[in-house]
């Protein structure tokens, strides 16, 4: 985008200045007092406009609020002074410079100030120049302009004050003024006089334009009324005004104009900038003092050039802190891994039957399954099923399936080799573990010399094998191999060729690349291993590849798997940035080999299709293969894809729902009442001793629900003593938690923050639910994390410092479920979430033959949004960003795998009447809990907690429909808390309503042991009377 060079700055109130160009853009509000509408204060349009070698800006910035030539009108009685807010006016800006000049004069004009601090009409110039033309109409300049481009030009942000209760002394700080530009203020005086100096409240901060320009930096001023006085504050109600971001349109326009004596037809560049939102309330201050005086006093707003700041910087690089001792895990990954860093400690991935046990289960490689074989077929076997594969079992009274699962330990192929006749003749390792991949090497046991390296990644496209040494290559089947053809193509590279194999009635092409570029290697069908004929090589040939896959149902579809063989990927990284509102972010694949095309064939699962970017929509295949539990994948020829994402910016931290969107969340008097009594009787407990026995996993709900009440204390209730009380319980409560050594400890084994429990047996969850086997982390952490960005929130907002103490302890915890960054060496990366299918996989340690499973998807991502709430209030812009990128793509995910609209079509019809998938496994879907069938208990995993991230994950169609078809009839039959949770999850919907219940006498019958009566009536309530249900 064409920056300004130079900036020439004038303020245009009342009056056309001299010598400058007749701008017909004076707008000027009049004899406005006491209160100012909340639509009035919205940003109007600043327009750039470029006409020959000059550039016009006019600017219309955030209201400001200017006093009049009068002085503020004020009674007085010897108990009080009412001061009413002075006169306002929209101020107008108008920048202008030489296109083709890099430095140049500035005219400021600006109202000269009376001594009282009011503004007259008289207006000075500031610069030894002026401006000077010949009298051209800028409005024509000025006029609609197409919109063709939308992007982010700069930031507006001013400082967010703490609420007014929270303040005493003194003086009323400036912030004051930027963070509450509306608010009324009533003050109370007796006799003193107070003496105000503006100076004080003026710091002005410039910013440096993009580097495409050369123009000098600038300064965006607003002013603002502001009072002070000398005693101590108290405050009735606290209201905060956040200007948030700014889109930037351009259009290219042709002009005809009359310009003296000549008429040009010209080009002019118009850039038009909308503000986004700016969210406005008033508030009343009450001020006990002697005397006050009010006056206007500008202050100056910093506008921050945008940048994009990299997803995947480390939180942090250095050891975590010795409040964690650190032990060494008892359990461990088979003797066959290759491992000697923690930060290759992945025990939460794809691949992890591959590392446990007889290593005999398969690894989850989506859209295969690949296992070690050591029974009659030797060597390393893949699998693929089809939708026609999968099979539904255990039909419930309704008629529905409650599971959908795939067959197992079908060898379709079995990578092998003439040398591998029994299990003794080859030994496995397990090398390079990373987030995405890992590498399977086959070594023939008498010639360490000659062995067959299988790469593992998820979203492979070709299953490969490397031949090196002496090994002839074999290739097996317990699936009858039915033919085999050598077939030519013109997309081939040199060197490659094709065959094609039916097993089992399946299509299969198989690619060899021969580094020899010759003809001296061949595949023939031999009869006798497994069942029927076999694939062997003729000669061995070190470094051949061999790939497989399954065949695209359309043979037309088979030139961009010719286009891709010969290049095989090794593993596969995740890099991007995001400027806040949108990110980017690119799976790139690392690659091995040559191809046709010069690129690798990969898949990427259903959920991800909408985020692909059109700078990558080019390299999609339309070639679907069926992906097990994960629907189908989709093949890109492309060692890279970009994706985008929009953020949400709305969610923070009090309720949200989509039903309320960007509606401003408000409290009725009686409403913030009755939270006040929920309050005060909830918070009659010492948190600490509440919590201290407690495993991890209830430790963190039962601290997060007095973190959310003592949000609601701080920020709706607005009780300065009860918010104290309960900040200082909290806080007490997290203290001691860091102080206790005996809890939490770093695990130096596998590079994870564990508790000290649970070592009797891989399968032995003792009471902390394998917390020390890396099992649900996500879901323990999450609250913690959420609780103490609560407290580190409120305890800023009172002058604290809590959270800048304790950064590195909260920090370790994330460091352990979602290190971005492999430059942090003390933790893996992204040890639970995963960036192929969009969502954390929970079990750990733990051997199965159907893989990893996730239970609760809300505990998920309840994890990223008390990550979200950290990063914002620490400032730590990558890890915030980051969050939201992940919400986003887990909530296309979770609404295609677990949460099941009627309009589902990814997922088998049969499962759609379920609406949940309850326990998802790699392998199959088990519509039941960990803890028992009860509708409530498996709609309500998938519910619990209710935040403000709840309405985002969980669509209104969907909410509504699982209430329609399933919840609605058992509500009633649901006990204790699991009731509660599905009333609360109703407030998404229909607020009115789980008001209603919240509100009832028995409410508190129905509590989770993670939920509290204040934060479900904050949430239902303030929902439904901001919607004006109440």
Excluded at 99 to 118: E, K, M, N, R, V
Excluded at 667 to 678: E, K, P, R, V, W
Aim: glycine content about 6%.
């Amino acid at each position: 985008m064409t920056c300004v060079k130079e900036i020439l700055t004038l303020f245009l109130c009342l009056s056309t200045i001299a010598n400058t160009l007749p701008i017909n853009l004076q707008k000027v509000k009049k004899d406005v007092t006491s209160t100012v509408d909340s639509d009035e204060l919205a940003s109007a349009a600043t327009t750039v406009e470029t006409y020959s070698s000059t550039v016009y800006t006019a600017v219309e910035p955030v209201f400001n609020i200017e006093s009049s030539s009068d002085t503020a009108t004020s009674s007085s009685t010897s108990e009080s002074t009412t001061t009413h807010r002075a006169r306002y006016s929209n101020a107008i800006t108008a920048v202008s410079s030489s296109a083709s000049s890099t430095s140049g004069s500035t005219t400021t004009i600006a109202p000269s100030s009376s001594t009282d601090g009011s503004s007259s009409d008289v207006f000075s110039s500031s610069s030894s120049s002026s401006i000077s033309t010949d009298n051209y109409d800028v409005t024509t300049l000025l006029s609609k302009t197409a919109s063709t481009d939308t992007g982010i030009l700069f930031t507006a942000t001013t400082t967010t004050a703490a609420g007014i209760s929270g303040l005493t002394g003194t003086t009323v700080i400036p912030d004051i003024g930027i963070a509450n530009p509306s608010t009324s203020i009533t003050l109370v005086s007796s006799s003193l006089t107070v003496t105000i100096d503006p100076s004080t409240f003026t710091s002005a901060k410039t910013i440096t334009s993009s580097p495409t320009s050369t123009g000098s930096s600038t300064t965006v001023t607003m002013t603002q009324a502001t009072a002070v006085s000398t005693s101590k504050i108290t405050s009735e109600s606290v209201s905060e005004t956040t200007m948030t971001y700014n889109t930037v349109s351009e259009s290219t326009t042709t002009k005809t104009v009359s310009y003296s004596n000549n008429t040009f037809t010209t080009t002019s560049t118009s850039t038009t900038i909308y503000a986004t939102s700016i969210a406005t309330s008033s508030s009343t201050v009450a001020v006990t003092t002697a005397s006050v005086a009010s006056s206007t006093y500008t202050t100056t707003a910093t506008v921050a050039a945008s940048g994009t700041v990299d997803l995947f910087s480390a939180i942090a690089t250095d050891a975590v802190p010795t409040s964690f001792p650190t032990i060494s895990n008892e359990w461990d990954f088979n003797d066959n891994v290759d491992w000697t860093e923690k930060s290759q400690g992945q025990t939460n991935k794809f691949y992890i039957n591959l590392l446990l046990d007889d290593a005999a289960y398969p690894a989850f490689v989506y859209p295969y399954l690949m296992w070690q074989s050591t029974s009659s077929l030797y060597g390393f076997a893949v699998q693929h099923t089809t939708s026609a594969d999968c099979t539904f079992d255990q039909y419930m009274d309704n008629g529905d399936p409650r599971i959908f699962t795939n067959p197992l330990n079908e060898y379709d192929l079995v990578f092998s080799s003439a040398s591998f006749a029994s299990a003794s003749d080859f030994y496995m390792d397990i090398s390079n573990l990373t987030p995405s991949s890992t590498l399977v090497t086959l070594t023939d046991s008498s010639d360490t010399s000659s062995y067959v390296q299988l790469p593992i990644v998820e979203g492979m496209g070709f299953v490969t094998a490397i031949y090196n040494g002496d090994l002839i290559p074999s290739l097996y089947s317990g699936m009858n191999i039915q033919s085999l053809a050598s077939e030519t193509s013109s997309s081939l590279a040199e060197g490659v060729s094709k065959y094609r194999t039916y097993i089992n009635d399946v299509a299969w092409l198989i690619y060899v690349t021969n580094p020899l570029n010759d003809d001296s290697f061949s595949f023939s069908t031999a009869y006798g291993a497994g069942n029927g004929y076999s694939i062997v090589g003729n000669v061995a040939v070190d470094g051949l590849i061999v790939q497989a896959t399954v065949a695209p149902s359309s043979t037309d579809d088979e030139v961009y798997f010719d286009e891709a063989a010969g290049m095989y990927v090794t593993s596969m990284d995740i890099v991007g940035t995001s400027d806040g509102l949108t990110s980017t972010y690119y799976y790139n694949f690392q690659t091995e080999g040559a191809s046709a095309s010069g690129s690798p064939i990969v898949y990427i699962l259903a959920h991800q299709l909408d985020a692909v970017s059109s700078n990558s929509d080019g390299a999609n295949t339309g070639v679907t293969l069926a992906a097990v539990t994960r629907g189908v994948a989709t093949a890109f020829l492309t060692a890279s894809i970009e994706f985008t994402e929009t953020l949400n910016t709305e969610i923070g931290w009090l309720p949200w729902s989509a039903q309320l969107g960007s509606t401003k969340l408000s409290y009725s008097a009686d409403l913030i009442q009755q939270l006040a009594t929920a309050a005060k009787s909830e918070l009659s407990v010492d948190i600490w001793t509440t919590i201290e026995s407690l495993n991890s996993y209830y430790l963190g709900k039962v601290i997060d629900k007095y973190a959310y009440i003592t949000l609601v204390c701080a920020d709706i209730i607005e009780d300065s003593s009860l918010t104290a009380s309960a900040l200082d319980n909290l806080k007490t409560a997290f203290n001691n938690l860091i102080a206790d050594d005996g809890y939490f400890v770093y695990d130096d084994k596998f590079g994870g923050i564990i508790t000290n429990n649970d070592w009797d047996s891989i399968t032995d969850t003792s009471d902390d639910f394998g917390n020390s086997h890396y099992n649900d982390h996500h879901f323990h952490y999450g609250y913690i994390i959420h609780a103490a960005a609560v407290l580190g929130y409120v305890d800023s907002q009172n002058g604290g410092t809590w959270a800048t103490d304790n950064k590195d302890w909260v920090n370790s915890l994330i460091r352990d479920v979602a290190n971005p960054s492999s430059d942090d060496t003390y933790f893996p990366v992204s040890r639970y979430f995963d960036w192929f299918t969009g969502h954390s996989w929970a079990s750990g340690l733990y051997y199965n033959i159907n893989g990893l499973n996730e239970e609760s998807t809300s505990e998920d991502y309840n994890f990223l949004y008390g990550m979200k709430m950290w990063g914002q209030l620490i400032g730590d812009d990558s890890m915030q960003y980051r969050a939201d990128t992940m919400i986003q793509i887990m909530t296309r995910a979770l609404n295609t795998y677990f949460y099941f609209e009627d309009s589902n079509t990814i997922m088998p019809s049969e499962i759609i009447p379920n609406k949940v998938a309850g326990i998802s496994f790699q392998n199959y879907l088990d519509y039941t809990t960990y803890f028992g069938d009860d509708s409530s208990y498996i709609h309500g995993i998938h519910m619990l907690p209710l935040t403000p991230l709840s309405g985002q994950m969980r669509s209104e169609v969907f909410v509504t429909e699982e209430w329609d078809d399933i919840l609605a009839a058992d509500i009633d039959s649901a006990s204790g808390g699991w009731r509660g949770i599905l009333r609360l999850n109703q407030a998404l919907v229909d607020p009115n309503t789980s008001y209603a219940f919240f509100s009832a006498s028995d409410a508190s019958d129905y509590l989770d042991n993670g939920m509290s009566l204040t934060w479900s009536l904050a949430f239902s309530g303030g929902l439904a009377y901001s919607l004006g249900l109440l």
